[in-house]
């Protein structure tokens, strides 16, 4: 069964940095799409970025383009989130997904996920 645990957040001043990790086991990491997600309170997941399994292409949401980079290490079976210049905005828990279905990658339907680590910016 795959398995993703996500590391790295915690509470920042607007226009600092994180980076994310997510830890990914019990497939063939190069099979998997991979995403990142946050949530805030009463909220749905919204998609955030994803690299695809095969070649490593990264995609983004408009609302983090150009702030956030989304990264592979093959070798250590790792999915990072460089997140610069944060808005107390980007405040959210955010989750890590995984899906063989690369259509399903960039919706909260992803087949696997993590869980969670609390991103907070403070103003």
């Known amino acids: 069964q795959v398995q993703l645990v996500e590391s790295g957040g915690g509470l920042v001043q607007a226009g600092a940095s994180l980076r994310l990790s997510c830890a990914f086991s019990?497939?063939?990491?190069?099979?998997?799409?991979k995403a990142w997600f946050r949530q805030s309170p009463g909220k749905e997941r919204e998609y955030v970025a994803h690299?695809?399994?095969?070649?490593?292409?990264?995609y983004y949401a408009d609302s983090v383009k150009g702030r956030f980079t989304i990264s592979r290490d093959s070798a250590k079976n790792t999915v990072y989130l460089q997140m610069n210049s944060l808005k107390p905005e980007d405040t959210a828990v955010y989750y890590c997904?995984?899906?063989?279905?690369?259509?399903?990658?960039?919706?909260?339907?992803?087949?696997?996920w993590g869980q969670g680590t609390q991103v907070t910016v403070s103003s």
């Open positions: 997904a995984a899906d063989l279905n690369w259509g399903r990658i960039t919706t909260p339907r992803s087949a696997y």
């Open positions: 019990g497939g063939t990491f190069s099979r998997y799409a």
């Open positions: 690299i695809t399994g095969n070649d490593g292409v990264p």
